[in-house]
């Protein structure tokens, strides 16, 4: 599965680029929008520490958290803001259900499976694709310890790319 920080740089470079690239116009999403989208990014991961803490340890993991009904809960949110005229508001709550929605694309798409309907439905959908190229170059490296590496660098590699993006177009050493 993608491990965090895949999770929150994912949302936070797709919007980054969608506000750099395509809207450009940097009021209308702020950095703190940016935030709010990667770190909703990880946020149905939540279900790992709640599985050990409240169920002892019963793996609840993929099941409450990844479906569709949070990100349609944050939209219908945003469109009850956005008509009563708190339109900055509502832009938070897009951010919010743009993020849970990356990790469930991530889920389903790269490792395993999410039940997106869930609890109204058991239907289960993944493509699973990092194991089937996987399959397709070595069945040898098909397991979990290549997994986890695969996932850590896909990590690094975004990272990288992301700071230098980011030292190239906002001078990321502003921060320091």
């Known amino acids: 599965m993608p491990l965090a920080v895949t999770h929150i740089l994912v949302p936070i470079i797709l919007i980054d680029l969608f506000r750099d690239h395509i809207i450009g116009k940097k009021g209308v999403i702020t950095n703190k929008h940016v935030l709010l989208a990667g770190l909703s990014g990880l946020f149905p991961d ?11 340890g019963v793996s609840i993991h993929r099941l409450y958290t990844h479906n569709i009904w949070f990100p349609i809960l944050f939209l219908a949110i945003s469109m009850f803001f956005h008509f009563i005229d708190k339109k900055k508001t509502s832009l938070y709550f897009v951010m919010m259900a743009f993020g ?3 990790h469930l694309v991530l889920d389903a798409s ?7 309907f869930y609890p109204f439905s058991n239907y289960a959908f993944g493509l699973n694709i990092i194991e089937r190229i996987l ?4 069945p040898n490296l098909v397991n979990k310890d290549f997994g986890l590496l695969i996932f850590s660098s896909m990590d690094a590699v975004l990272l990288f790319f992301w700071l230098i993006h980011e030292q190239l177009t906002n001078k990321i050493k502003d921060y320091f």
């Not at 790269?110 to 997106?116: E, N, R, T």
């Open 46 to 56: 939540i279900d790992l520490p709640v599985s050990y803490l409240v169920f002892g």
């Open 100 to 102: 849970f929605t990356m």
């Open 110 to 116: 790269l490792s395993g499976y999410i039940v997106p």
């Open 135 to 138: 399959m397709v170059i070595s």
